[in-house]
């Protein structure tokens, strides 16, 4: 049993990757992140194209505020929220895995594919740009990556918990991550929209990227980079732990 239970694991991660790689999700991913691509193709047309212009109008509020979410309500809140909709929890409520590496498999599958997403999407995002996207590459990759799994090990929590995971986890970040990533003063800390952007304007230090005037930054009230990687790795373990902590003591009553 020792044995097998590695080799299931692995075999369920395989599934639940292709599964949701082979997906309806999938398709409305490809769709956004080439619209988001005209995007920046049509502002490398202009004029006077700057690293501070391509970051804070086009890559923070359409990569990190509106892809990155997406990507990760598609592939975490589907992860077991999917299992729900589709009535096939019950199957892998009664595989010979431990209920907690059933959640972890998971979860690894899903963050998986939206670390994945992230990086490539990034990666065509800046080459288009041209010199402007190259300069900006590495400051906001970790920030991306790290802002993607935070949002999917929520939104993969939100989905076990509640039977419409997908549209609760929309709900979420449409209005409750926007407004409090937008409101003045601490309120928006518990956001993760906020530690994204502190890491990504934190790097960007040298290139002025975020508020700069003593007015901004006070609306603002950044925190340094190290912080926000320390909230946002902390943000993800405490998920995942909480995660596979309920779903080992949780009855599905509706699994079926």
């Not at 076990?160 to 209005?175: D, K």
């Not at 975020?210 to 993800?236: D, H, Q, Y």
């Amino acid at each position: 049993m020792r044995n097998s239970t590695p080799s299931a694991c692995w075999h369920l991660f395989v599934v639940t990757l292709r599964r949701q790689l082979i997906s309806r999700q999938t398709v409305a991913c490809v769709v956004l992140t080439l619209l988001c691509a005209l995007i920046v193709v049509a502002w490398s047309r202009q004029d006077t194209p700057t690293i501070k212009k391509l970051a804070e109008h086009v890559l923070v509020p359409t990569f990190i505020g509106f892809l990155i979410p997406i990507y990760a309500i598609c592939y975490g809140a589907s992860g077991i929220g999917g299992e729900r909709e589709d009535q096939t929890l019950i199957y892998l409520l009664i595989v010979p895995i431990p209920r907690p590496l059933v959640y972890a498999t998971k979860a690894c599958a899903g963050l998986t594919l939206v670390a994945g997403w992230s990086a490539a999407t990034q990666t065509l995002l800046c080459r288009l740009a041209g010199e402007p996207g190259n300069r900006l590459f590495a400051i906001f990759l970790p920030a991306a990556v790290l802002g993607g799994l935070a949002y999917a090990s929520l939104f993969l929590l939100v989905g076990a918990i509640f039977r419409h995971g997908t549209i609760i986890s929309l709900v979420y970040w449409f209005f409750l991550e926007v407004l409090f990533g937008n409101l003045p003063g601490i309120v928006k800390r518990v956001s993760i929209a906020f530690y994204v952007r502190c890491m990504i304007y934190d790097a960007g230090a040298e290139l002025e990227l975020g508020p700069v005037s003593k007015v901004a930054r006070e609306m603002f009230l950044p925190v340094t980079g190290s912080i926000a990687l320390t909230a946002l790795t902390g943000t993800i373990i405490g998920l995942l732990v909480a995660g596979i902590v309920l779903f080992d003591q949780r009855e599905f009553r509706d699994a079926s």
